[in-house]
T-cell receptor, first 112, second 115 residues
C-alpha cells in the first residue's frame, strides 16, 4: 500500500476551523483517500473519503490537491468532541483492499 | 440505529483458557473483519470474511479462530495458543469486501487482559 505522512500532533481552539494535512506522494490512480478518527478506548470512526474531487459530508470536508499527492481534512468548527487521533489512509479500489493500514496519525487537541 | 455491537467491553483470560469475543452487526454488510490494536500502534488484521461460511486469515491469525455461520455474526476465539493476547480487539464490517471505495464501520472494541 502507498504510504501516507501526517504530523504527529496539532492543536486547535474550540469553534475554529482545523486543517489536518496528509502527504501521499506515491499515490496511484486507483487509490481512494480515506480519513478515520479514533477517540480513546473506542473503535475508529469513518469520517470521509474521496478519489479526485473535493468532498463534503456532515462531519467534514476533504480537499484533494490537483496532483493528488496531498490532501487536507477540514473540520469547519472544532468542538471538544473532535479531539482524537486522525488517520489518513489510501485504499486501492481495484485490488485486494481487504484491510485498513493505519499509520501513526495526527493527535488533535482542541482547546476550550 | 444500525451498527456493530461488540461484547464484552472488558474480558480477562486465565492461562490455558480459550475466550470468545462477540461481534454482531445489523448493517446488512457482507464483509466482516477482526483487528488487533496494541498500545500506540495501528491496526493489524487477524481474520476477515467476505461472505457467510467463508473466512480468510489475516496477517496475525496464529492463536485465533473465527466462524461465520450467520451474516450478522462473526465471533473471534482467542485460544491458549495465543501467547500474548493482551490487546484491544476491534470488529469491523463493510458493504462489499475488498473494495477500496467502501468505508469500514467499527464496533467499540473489547479489551482483553491476562489474569
Amino acid at each position: 500500500d502507498a504510504k501516507t505522512t501526517q504530523p504527529n500532533s496539532m492543536e486547535s481552539n474550540e469553534e475554529e476551523p482545523v486543517h489536518l494535512p496528509c502527504n501521499h506522494s506515491t499515490i496511484s490512480g486507483t487509490d481512494y483517500i480515506h480519513w478515520y478518527r479514533q477517540l480513546p478506548s473506542q473503535g475508529p470512526e469513518y469520517v470521509i473519503h474521496g478519489l479526485t474531487s473535493n468532498v463534503n459530508n456532515r462531519m467534514a470536508s476533504l480537499a484533494i490537491a490537483e496532483d493528488r499527492k496531498s490532501s487536507t481534512l477540514i473540520l469547519h468548527r472544532a468542538t471538544l468532541r473532535d479531539a482524537a487521533v486522525y488517520y489518513c489512509i489510501l485504499r486501492d479500489v481495484s485490488g485486494s483492499a481487504r484491510q485498513l493500514t493505519f499509520g501513526s496519525g495526527t493527535q488533535l487537541t482542541v482547546l476550550p | 440505529d444500525g451498527g456493530i455491537t461488540q461484547s464484552p467491553k472488558y474480558l480477562f483470560r486465565k492461562e490455558g483458557q480459550n475466550v470468545t469475543l462477540s461481534c454482531e452487526q445489523n448493517l446488512n454488510h457482507d464483509a466482516m473483519y477482526w483487528y488487533r490494536q496494541d498500545p500506540g500502534q495501528g491496526l493489524r488484521l487477524i481474520y476477515y470474511s467476505q461472505i457467510v461460511n467463508d473466512f480468510q486469515k489475516g496477517d496475525i491469525a496464529e492463536g485465533y479462530s473465527v466462524s461465520r455461520e450467520k451474516k450478522e455474526s462473526f465471533p473471534l476465539t482467542v485460544t491458549s495458543a495465543q501467547k500474548n493476547p493482551t490487546a484491544f480487539y476491534l470488529c469491523a464490517s463493510s458493504i462489499e469486501p475488498l473494495r477500496g471505495n467502501q468505508p469500514q464501520h467499527f464496533g467499540d472494541g473489547t479489551r482483553l487482559s491476562i489474569l
